[in-house]
């Protein structure tokens, strides 16, 4: 753990086991956090935001910058480690601990611009909006992607002058403590940046019940952020929430040959990277009638030439055996768990899925694609909106006119028509419904970094 500028193990010496989940060996330990462990973080955030608010933005912004270079330097190394204790493919990995750098840089760039505003007032007086940094965060973040959700958060919390708080997923926690390290060795003041690993239950109660934690953020389940937002209620903390989704696809019938073959290449590409443990994964398919069967054979076609990778645990494998053991679906392809070690399940692909199979209302969060038919945009539509969750969408049309209806008429955060990659540094990520509510990346992390602070003046009475 990092505590007030120190590395240290848990005051008591528990660790947690990590595992390697294509082979299911341990291949680490990390802290236990006790509670004055906890406490020791708390007391350290509270005094690093002292310091950290009141340092200019260029300072900050150069804190980021340096980190976001270590960590181009350590890519492979910070890669490797991401493999290790996620699964994902080495490339892959590498990929994401870039984009991972990419939002610290970029908001090293927007550390200088968090602009207020000046109010027109009468004559004698001045009255102007101040953005001010809202204090120290607690943030939780998921296993699914160990280096981007962290930065995500860490990145606007240090441009912004907070200082934070960072628990990661105790499946994948080293990588986010590299992006710590980066920071460190960039020069970060002690105790504006801390990491603690321990059980997520008794760290979040802890965290979230003491007068310290000015805001608090996650990606994580639905149910995990009710459970936030219950401990939040007594202090009143605000919350960011990105809770995953459901993310439905419209494939239209205007699309020839080759661009259905385009999309079923972006789709499969899509759904079953980091198999299918993406809260934006296109999750359910609709294919309009006219070209319902050839984009089915198309899918069928590229997913059979897809090579196995693991979940990242169990419950994992346990939840996707059940949403296709239980569907009633015709299986395409995959469906059954292969024997061995390792936590895997092969990519599927359903169709014939009756309207009341679960994985048509849960969210999947694994290799299971369901394809379905629709009928007119109205009709597609519907079904696309028909779960709690709002957090992605996907069309791929060749009319602007449909593309332009269809917008207008999904209820989601992002959307993406002809094209699936949705995140960037620059790009606001959240949803609405149950996916969960507040935006980060892009400028609309000054507000849920930041409070707005107005000030009015005159001269002496």
Same mark, same amino acid.
């Given at each position: !753990?990092?505590?007030g500028g120190?590395?240290?193990?848990?005051s008591?010496?528990?660790?947690?086991?990590?595992?390697n989940?294509?082979?299911?060996?341990?291949?680490?330990?990390?802290?236990?956090?006790?509670?004055?462990?906890l406490d020791e973080?708390?007391?350290a955030?509270?005094?690093?935001?002292?310091?950290w608010?009141r340092?200019?933005?260029?300072?900050r912004?150069?804190?980021?910058?340096q980190a976001?270079?270590?960590m181009?330097e350590r890519?492979d190394e910070i890669?490797?480690? /991401?493999?290790e204790e996620?699964g994902?493919?080495?490339?892959?990995?590498?990929?994401?601990?870039r984009?991972a750098?990419?939002?610290?840089?970029w908001?090293?760039?927007?550390?200088v611009?968090?602009y207020?505003?000046?109010?027109p007032t009468?004559?004698?007086?001045?009255?102007w909006?101040e953005?001010r940094?809202?204090?120290?965060?607690?943030?939780?973040?998921?296993w699914?992607?160990?280096?981007?959700?962290?930065?995500?958060k860490?990145?606007?919390?240090?441009?912004?002058?907070c200082?934070?708080?960072?628990?990661?997923?105790?499946?994948?926690?080293?990588?986010a403590?590299? /992006?710590?390290?980066?920071?460190?060795d960039?020069?970060?003041?002690?105790?504006v940046?801390?990491?603690i690993?321990g059980d997520p239950?008794?760290?979040s109660?802890?965290?979230? $019940?003491s007068?310290v934690?000015?805001?608090i953020?996650?990606?994580?389940?639905?149910p *995990?952020g009710?459970t936030l937002?219950?401990l939040?209620?007594?202090?009143?903390?605000p919350?960011t929430?990105? /809770?995953g989704g459901?993310?439905?696809?419209?494939?239209f019938?205007d699309?020839?040959?080759?661009e259905?073959?385009?999309?079923?290449d972006a789709?499969?590409?899509?759904?079953?990277?980091n198999?299918?443990?993406v809260c934006?994964?296109p999750?359910?398919?609709?294919?309009?009638?006219a070209?319902?069967?050839?984009f089915?054979?198309?899918?069928?076609?590229?997913?059979?030439r897809?090579s196995?990778g693991?979940?990242?645990?169990?419950?994992?494998v346990?939840?996707v055996e059940?949403?296709?053991?239980d569907?009633g679906?015709? *299986?395409l392809c995959? $469906?059954?768990?292969?024997?061995?070690?390792?936590?895997?399940?092969p990519?599927t692909?359903?169709t014939?899925?009756p309207?009341?199979a679960?994985?048509?209302?849960?969210?999947?969060? $694994?290799?299971i !694609?369901?394809?379905?038919p629709?009928?007119?945009?109205?009709?597609?539509?519907?079904?696309a909106?028909a *779960?709690?969750?709002?957090l992605?969408?996907?069309?791929f049309?060749a009319s602007l006119?449909?593309?332009d209806?269809?917008?207008?008429?999904l209820?989601?955060?992002?959307? $993406?028509?002809n094209e699936v990659?949705?995140?960037?540094?620059a790009?606001?990520?959240g949803g609405v419904?149950?996916?969960?509510?507040g935006?980060?990346?892009?400028t609309?992390? /000054?507000?849920?970094y930041?409070v707005?602070?107005?000030?009015?003046?005159?001269?002496?009475p």
């Amino acid at each position: !753990m990092f505590i007030g500028g120190s590395w240290r193990q848990a005051s008591d010496g528990r660790t947690i086991d990590v595992l390697n989940p294509a082979t299911e060996e341990v291949v680490a330990s990390v802290p236990n956090a006790t509670d004055s462990d906890l406490d020791e973080a708390l007391t350290a955030a509270a005094a690093g935001f002292e310091v950290w608010r009141r340092t200019a933005p260029s300072d900050r912004a150069e804190v980021l910058d340096q980190a976001a270079r270590l960590m181009l330097e350590r890519v492979d190394e910070i890669a490797a480690i /991401l493999t290790e204790e996620q699964g994902k493919p080495l490339e892959e990995a590498a990929a994401e601990v870039r984009q991972a750098a990419e939002y610290f840089d970029w908001f090293a760039a927007e550390a200088v611009r968090s602009y207020g505003r000046l109010l027109p007032t009468a004559p004698g007086r001045r009255s102007w909006v101040e953005r001010r940094p809202v204090g120290p965060v607690a943030a939780f973040t998921a296993w699914n992607f160990p280096a981007s959700l962290p930065a995500r958060k860490l990145a606007p919390a240090v441009a912004y002058g907070c200082s934070i708080i960072l628990c990661p997923a105790v499946e994948a926690p080293r990588t986010a403590a590299e /992006l710590v390290r980066a920071l460190a060795d960039a020069g970060v003041p002690a105790g504006v940046v801390n990491l603690i690993t321990g059980d997520p239950p008794r760290v979040s109660e802890r965290l979230i $019940g003491s007068e310290v934690i000015a805001k608090i953020t996650l990606t994580g389940s639905v149910p *995990v952020g009710q459970t936030l937002v219950r401990l939040s209620a007594e202090r009143l903390q605000p919350l960011t929430l990105e /809770l995953g989704g459901h993310a439905p696809v419209l494939v239209f019938d205007d699309l020839d040959e080759a661009e259905l073959g385009r999309a079923a290449d972006a789709l499969v590409r899509s759904k079953f990277r980091n198999s299918g443990q993406v809260c934006i994964s296109p999750s359910r398919i609709f294919a309009q009638e006219a070209v319902f069967d050839q984009f089915v054979d198309a899918v069928v076609e590229r997913v059979g030439r897809l090579s196995v990778g693991p979940l990242a645990n169990k419950r994992r494998v346990d939840a996707v055996e059940a949403l296709v053991d239980d569907s009633g679906a015709k *299986v395409l392809c995959g $469906g059954e768990r292969p024997d061995g070690p390792g936590f895997y399940y092969p990519p599927t692909v359903l169709t014939d899925i009756p309207p009341d199979a679960a994985v048509l209302r849960d969210e999947p969060f $694994g290799p299971i !694609m369901p394809i379905l038919p629709f009928g007119t945009l109205q009709d597609g539509l519907a079904q696309a909106n028909a *779960v709690p969750y709002g957090l992605a969408a996907y069309v791929f049309t060749a009319s602007l006119a449909r593309a332009d209806e269809a917008i207008a008429g999904l209820d989601v955060g992002m959307i $993406g028509v002809n094209e699936v990659a949705l995140a960037s540094a620059a790009s606001p990520f959240g949803g609405v419904k149950a996916s969960g509510y507040g935006r980060e990346g892009g400028t609309e992390s /000054l507000e849920a970094y930041t409070v707005a602070t107005a000030v009015t003046t005159k001269g002496a009475p």
